[in-house]
Every structure is written in structure tokens, then in C-alpha cells.
Nanobody, 123 residues
Framework: QVQLVESGGGLVQAGDSLRLSCAAS????????VGWFRQAPGKEREFVAR????????YYADSVKGRFTISRDNARNTVYLQMNSLKPEDTAVYYC????????????????WGQGTQLTVSS
């Protein structure tokens, strides 16, 4: 069992930077791989980034590669998503998700989800 809470979203201008946080409950956070996903109004939820249990392996969607960085601090039970050079097309609700085992790009692989945090990027 793990509960996830996202924070750090807001309204920014194109080219700005922002860091999202995903705080997890419990004392076994290091047992979980974590992914970030996003969903814009009227669109399907899509994969953004993922990180392995110990943080050694990361992977990104082509749309954010080179601009976004995922990291984790297991001592603080927190995963981060650093977002640089933001574009209007990054506007969406951002969700973090966790699963036991190896990280995945696929939504059905994740058991636990946060409620999301809104990012809006203006032109």
C-alpha cells in the first residue's frame, strides 16, 4: 500500500521552468518503480517519464527528452519531475504512479495513482 500526492503545478509562460513533486506515504517507497504521466482535456493519458526503484535507470517520452528530468529521493519518499523550456503543448494534468517491480511505459502496469497537479503554459 502506498498513497501518492502530486504538487508544484501552476501557471507559467513558455520557456519557464518548474519542478513537480510526488510525495509517497509509508516506509517501503524504495520497493516501487515510479512513472509520470499527463493528460490534456479531451486527450488520452500519455507516458512522460519513469524511474527504477533505486533511481539508476530513467526513460523519457520523445516529446520531453532533453527538457524534463525525473529523479527520486527515497530517504524523503519523494519523486521529482524537473521541467525546463516549457511549451504550451506541455499543458496538462500531471500524475505520478507507482508499481512494485520494474518501471513501465504502460498505464495498466501501475497500481497506485495520485490525484494530479495542473500545469498551464501560456504562449
Amino acid at each position: 500500500q502506498v498513497q501518492l500526492v502530486e504538487s508544484g503545478g501552476g501557471l507559467v509562460q513558455a520557456g519557464d521552468s518548474l519542478r513537480l513533486s510526488c510525495a509517497a506515504s509509508g516506509r517501503t517507497f524504495s520497493d516501487y518503480a515510479v512513472g509520470w504521466f499527463r493528460q490534456a482535456p479531451g486527450k488520452e493519458r500519455e507516458f512522460v517519464a519513469r524511474i527504477s526503484k533505486g533511481g539508476e535507470i530513467t526513460y523519457y517520452a520523445d516529446s520531453v527528452k532533453g527538457r524534463f528530468t525525473i529523479s527520486r529521493d527515497n530517504a524523503r519518499n519523494t519523486v521529482y519531475l524537473q521541467m525546463n523550456s516549457l511549451k504550451p503543448e506541455d499543458t496538462a494534468v500531471y500524475y505520478c504512479a507507482a508499481r512494485r517491480g520494474i518501471s513501465s511505459d504502460y498505464i495498466p502496469a501501475y497500481e497506485y495513482w495520485g490525484q494530479g497537479t495542473q500545469l498551464t503554459v501560456s504562449s
